[in-house]
């Protein structure tokens, strides 16, 4: 543009010139050289200013390109380190777990059993590798969203036994009992956000918040708002908080649970966002929609007597944010609720007199209180709640007459409900029963199961032909059962969830001889499940054995009066279920153990024996694992092939991170060897060696591969 404006001036001036006389000639050649002289600095100016304008471009260009490669990178390093020292992991946890068995004071207990602990990196794992094989599917069912608090609460407890921190379920009124979504990856999504919550040092208290906002249409949004009054996380550990590492100095695993939890949110459809200051604390929230049951039933909890609602309610807890927590559950009921702190009442008695029910943290009763509360009693109904906390361990629990319920937090709305009901003793009727015959019913027995020692896979062999239902939603949960009983050759139903048991037992056309039974299951919990089974006289006998997260001895209550007849805490223990078979498809004492040990075939280039090690030692879910392993990176030597040719060595740096790591979990010992090799070269920049391996990796995936199916298919 600015040349074309030199041009025409030039080219004016000339004309100007042929106009003139001879007198102006050198005038004209003297203006002529002078715009010649501005045009060319016009020129080399413009030169200059697109020169500098393209290197500017050329290097906003390639910033961008190594954003872009940087942001590819962190999202294979996001994938890679999932994998990324399980080997290290699975050894170091297992001699953990294995010393802590020795200090344990609660070995009876499988719920307090840190045994258990390793399992629970396998499923994580078992997880992460189907959400790389895009095998995880949400599912939208109907559930009862107490069910999978009580779940999550059992679990975190047992977990988390002996921790000083308070944990709080906070439940606003206006929050549905029954709503459609994925139960199942709800209840771990905030498992896994309390697991990370719950692990952090010198915690005072975490606490669960859970409201309700309308949307649109028959859909609402739940919130989960999780806090603690902990250190807080720091700028640079938040950055990356999703993202899974080995922390070599704790020997843990951190962050594992947090991407899985945030990938399923995604899926989920929802938002996860976390906010924290440091030295006041964390905010996780989660945002998930559902749809509603019965959204015109806004009355969720309907007490059967008007008698019960409009008591008042006196509380005394020592976290006075729990005392609130609980306070809001009871004036759902349009109870009239005071809550005083532990220090006041202790200061001060103050009188109860004009309360109809008193709950009282357990370590207030001591002589004094009982006395005064037995004065009370004598006087007027006053019902007495003591209140204890799940995360206590050996709790010497008050049998004093003068309490009539024992109530252990997080609560939720549905237990305090129950809690009422059951201590005015009012009767909910649902349906006529007819009359039981009791030498027809199957034994019960209130007590968690005794293990039974020694018990292999073989030993299921004593009950083959018997016919199990399995009724369990959690499909992983579903595959290690069937994978530890496939030895049996029992007969072996399952059921997704309580509807499809009920429909499967009515239209069996051979009895089961035992069903197995999960608590908390969406459509139908294990609950109604068992109760319209039981309706019918024809399957009194029929033993139905609960799984339970939440063993408390309310639950217990409910489980036996809906007709359950024994129970087994999560997680599972082989012993145990042994114990039930043996209870009741009959004794086989003599068919208990194996006379001879097994003898494990070796194959190649896979440890079978390092690989069960890794597993906690359960060859179920070793198995397992493996079939997820072949589904998730069974091809992945045409990947590998791919990224050689395109030079993506970034890529095939990430993905030998990741099956190094697997790798060794396995006991894939000849593959681990050749992708340390492979790393060796990418470490030292020889790329142009890569090639040479292409064959090699098809060759040891392939034999992996054909190791696995024979092992699976020999057992």
Wanted: hydrophobic residues 40%; charged residues 25%.
């Amino acid at each position: 543009m600015y040349l074309n404006k030199i041009s025409m001036a030039i080219v004016g001036l000339s004309s100007m010139g042929y106009a003139q006389t001879d007198q102006g000639a050198g005038s004209e050649t003297f203006w002529l050289w002078i715009a010649l002289f501005a045009l060319g600095i016009v020129g080399i100016a413009i030169l200059f200013v697109t020169s500098y304008q393209t290197q500017k471009l050329k290097e906003f260009y390639k910033s961008m390109f190594e954003k872009q490669l940087e942001m590819e990178r962190n999202q294979n390093l996001l994938l890679a380190n999932m994998s990324e020292n399980v080997h290290n992991i699975a050894k170091q946890t297992l001699e953990e777990t294995q010393q802590l068995s020795k200090t344990s004071t609660h070995k009876d207990t499988v719920l307090g059993n840190p045994e258990s602990r390793l399992l629970d990196v396998t499923h994580d794992l078992l997880d992460f590798l189907r959400l790389k094989s895009k095998q995880v599917e949400i599912v939208n069912e109907a559930f009862n969203i107490n069910n999978v608090l009580n779940e999550v609460s059992g679990s975190i407890c047992s977990q988390f036994l002996g921790s000083k921190a308070e944990l709080i379920f906070d439940i606003h009124k206006n929050v549905p009992r029954h709503l459609v979504g994925d139960s199942l990856h709800l209840g771990q999504t905030l498992k896994s956000i309390l697991e990370y919550l719950m692990g952090q040092a010198d915690l005072d208290e975490v606490k669960l918040e859970v409201s309700m906002f309308d949307s649109f249409e028959e859909e609402v949004e739940l919130q989960f708002h999780f806090s603690d009054k902990g250190k807080g996380i720091d700028p640079k550990t938040l950055e990356n908080l999703f993202v899974p590492y080995y922390d070599v100095e704790t020997g843990k695993y951190v962050g594992l649970g947090l991407f899985v939890a945030n990938a399923l949110v995604d899926m989920m459809k929802g938002k996860l966002i976390v906010e924290s200051v440091e030295e006041k604390g964390s905010t996780f929230t989660l945002t998930l929609p559902f749809d509603i049951v019965n959204k015109s039933d806004q009355r969720r909890y309907r007490l059967p007597e008007k008698t019960l609602i409009e008591k008042k309610v006196f509380i005394v807890d020592s976290n006075y944010n729990s005392a609130l927590a609980v306070k809001r559950m009871f004036t759902y009921f349009r109870h009239e609720v005071t809550v005083l702190s532990k220090k006041e009442f202790m200061k001060t008695m103050p009188n109860l007199t004009s309360y109809d029910i008193v709950i009282l943290e357990e370590s207030l009763f001591d002589i004094r209180l009982i006395e005064y509360l037995n004065t009370i009693k004598m006087d007027k109904e006053l019902k007495v709640i003591a209140l204890h906390s799940l995360l206590v361990s050996n709790q010497n629990k008050v049998l004093d007459e003068v309490i009539d319920a024992h109530l252990f937090k997080p609560l939720n709305q549905e237990r305090v409900f129950e809690l009422i009901v059951n201590m005015y003793d009012i009767k909910v009727p649902l349906e006529e029963e007819e009359q039981k015959d009791e030498t027809k019913q199957a034994q019960t027995f209130r007590k968690d199961m005794i293990e039974t020692k020694g018990i292999t896979q073989n030993s299921f062999k004593a009950f083959s032909g018997k016919n199990i239902l399995l009724v369990e939603d959690n499909l992983i949960n579903q595959k290690v059962l069937l994978n530890l009983l496939h030895l049996s050759e029992m007969n072996i139903s399952v059921a997704n969830n309580g509807q499809e048991a009920v429909d499967m037992v009515k239209q069996s056309e051979i009895p089961f001889d035992l069903v197995l039974m999960d608590i908390n299951m969406p459509i139908m919990d294990g609950f109604a499940a068992t109760q319209t089974i039981r309706l019918d006289s024809q399957y009194d006998a029929m033993p139905i054995v609960a799984f339970t997260a939440l063993v408390l001895e309310s639950e217990i209550d409910k489980m036996f009066n809906c007709g359950i007849n024994a129970f087994l805490s999560k997680p599972l223990n082989i012993g145990k279920l042994y114990t039930v078979f043996s209870t009741y498809l009959g004794d086989a004492e003599s068919e208990k153990k194996d006379s001879e040990p097994k003898e494990t075939l070796s194959y190649q280039g896979i440890n079978i024996h390092e690989g069960i090690s890794h597993a906690n030692n359960s060859e179920a879910l070793y198995r397992e694992i493996l079939k997820e392993f072949t589904t998730a990176y069974g091809t992945s030597d045409e990947i590998f092939t791919k990224l050689i040719k395109e030079h993506r060595y970034e890529q095939v740096k990430m993905l030998c991170v990741d099956m190094r790591g697997l790798t060794g979990a396995i006991g894939a010992e000849d593959m681990h060897d050749l992708i340390n090799d492979i790393l060796h070269q990418i470490l030292y920049k020889k790329y142009e060696l890569l090639a040479n391996y292409d064959e090699k990796y098809k060759s040891g995936i392939q034999t992996l591969n054909r190791s696995i199916e024979q092992y699976i298919t020999a057992a």
